[in-house]
């Protein structure tokens, strides 16, 4: 198999960098890691500087700013991080021939579409994270480098910031749950993820066909309801006595109203059709990858 000659990955301590850093000699002779010291993205300047340094035939950038909530209230650091950032990238990837992979999110669409959401649908976010991460996808078609984006939802590991870890810890506190039940998506785990891209980066390196834009998801669907109460069946605490307690969107940000809360898209589901198509692989279902990953998480999060 063909390999590239040089990759860097940016973002190697994040949920899906900590994953993809392990397996990316199976596609480059030479990986470079960069740790936030080294290449800070709130300081586009230094940007360029670092990439003409290391000199990369490939990026990776698994880098942003993921905090929902608080991209309300830091909205300069999150453009900063995920869209002037990318845009530097992108530029410096065209002037160089460098190839570009950037992750976006599903919440650069409004959720009001009833089927799961294509490549080609209209954007149309309604939170500030979502709104970033588009327009990061704007600059990097711009510069007309060489890219690859992948969109993703509801991404979870087992290590890091996210939904199961939350909730196990507020299970073991016996603490009352809200939880939203008319939001759905398709929880992922990020080493699906980073497997899923180092299939599409082979298939891309050794025939020259580039999607550009691609769907990353399991199959299947749930909503944060259920999902919690998936991981309160698996949590083996006799004591545990939380109470679940469905609840709609609307109510929530009502309840929450002194906590600024995000909007959320009512449906975070991405179609993977043209991914299937193109890696000629049908995707699991996302029910089989938690049950392999769950209690292992538990463990981690459980004195």
Partial sequence: MEKVNKTLLIGSSGQIGSNLKKKLKLI?????????????????SSIRKVLDKIQPNLIINAAGYTKVDEAEKEKVKCFKINMSSSKEIANWSKINNCFFVHYSTVYIFDGKKKQSW?????????????????AAEKEIIKSKCKYLILRL????????????????????????????????GTPNHAEFISNITIKILKKIINTKLNPEILNISARGETNYYNFAKKIYKKIKNKKKNSELIPIKSEDYKKIFQNKKTAQRPLNSLLNINKLEKFLKLRMPNWESIFERKIKLIIRKYTK
């Fill in 28 to 44: 480059s002779k030479k990986v470079k890691i960069l740790s936030k010291k080294e290449l800070n993205l709130e300081n586009l």
């Fill in 118 to 134: 294509k490549e080609n649908d209209k954007a149309g976010p309604i939170n500030s994270y979502g709104k970033s991460k588009l």
């Fill in 153 to 184: 939802n509801w991404i979870y590991n087992d290590n890091g910031e996210n939904f199961p870890k939350k909730i196990i810890k507020k299970i073991n506190k016996n603490e009352k749950l809200l939880l939203v039940n008319n939001q759905v």
